[in-house]
T-cell receptor, first 115, second 114 residues
Framework: DAGVIQSPRHEVTEMGQEVTLRCKPI?????LFWYRQTMMRGLELLIY????????DSGMPEDRFSAKMPNASFSTLKIQPSEPRDSAVYFC?????????????FGQGTRLTVV | AQSVTQLGSHVSVSEGALVLLRCNYS??????LFWYVQYPNQGLQLLLK??????LVKGINGFEAEFKKSETSFHLTKPSAHMSDAAEYFC????????????FGKGTHLIIQP
């Protein structure tokens, strides 16, 4: 398996523009997570899905952020409008099963820069 | 609420020396503990995880961690550091019986001196 695939790897956009980050989880995995990594706050969980249904979006910073999972093989994280403080590395991860010991497999991340 | 504290944002050791990365957790219920490693420009990779039973957990690349409930700690060690161990290391906790998201520490950057 190719692992979790994220695109693009790098994104530079101007403040106010819409940004869409994409994720393809590992085939067969039923959980999908979106994390954000910044120097100040470290790794933060934004939202996660189980069987394509959002379970907990309490980590989404504000209404400018939205995430969807239209099917088991694709998810998007959208920021509209983007702001410089959204600059970060965004990771998608997937896992199989609902146990507490479940390993999450991470993609390589999307480095977002908002200027 | 659960939280993870990693002491030392940067740790520097000589090649061949002992590696010790500290992690303390706070959890209202028995925790499920993990160590992940992140190499430059890469995603996170699981090093090891604590499950019930043996308190000393062995992971990949010669790393191991010991769960000490009395000290609420899960420190990561490796007897002999290698240059390839240079990376960012994250301790993480998941509380409860589900598969919800992990709570990560701020990370420790491990530097290996030749």
């Amino acid at each position: 398996d190719a692992g979790v695939i994220q695109s693009p790897r790098h994104e530079v956009t101007e403040m106010g523009q819409e940004v869409t980050l994409r994720c393809k989880p590992i085939s067969g995995h039923d959980y999908l997570f979106w994390y954000r990594q910044t120097m100040m706050r470290g790794l933060e969980l934004l939202i996660y899905f189980n069987n394509n249904v959002p379970i907990d979006d309490s980590g989404m910073p504000e209404d400018r952020f939205s995430a969807k999972m239209p099917n088991a093989s694709f998810s998007t994280l959208k920021i509209q409008p983007s702001e410089p403080r959204d600059s970060a590395v965004y990771f998608c991860a997937s896992s199989l099963g609902g146990g507490p010991y479940t390993e999450a497999f991470f993609g390589q991340g999307t480095r977002l820069t908002v200027v | 609420a659960q939280s993870v504290t990693q002491l030392g944002s940067h740790v520097s050791v000589s090649e061949g020396a002992l590696v010790l990365l500290r992690c303390n957790y706070s959890s209202s219920v028995p925790p499920y503990l993990f160590w992940y490693v992140q190499y430059p420009n890469q995603g996170l990779q699981l090093l090891l995880k604590y499950t019930t039973g043996a308190t000393l957990v062995k992971g990949i690349n010669g790393f191991e961690a010991e769960f000490k409930k009395s000290e609420t700690s899960f420190h990561l060690t490796k007897p002999s550091a290698h240059m390839s161990d240079a990376a960012e290391y994250f301790c993480a906790v998941r509380s409860g019986g589900g598969a919800d998201g992990l709570t990560f520490g701020k990370g420790t950057h491990l530097i290996i001196q030749p």
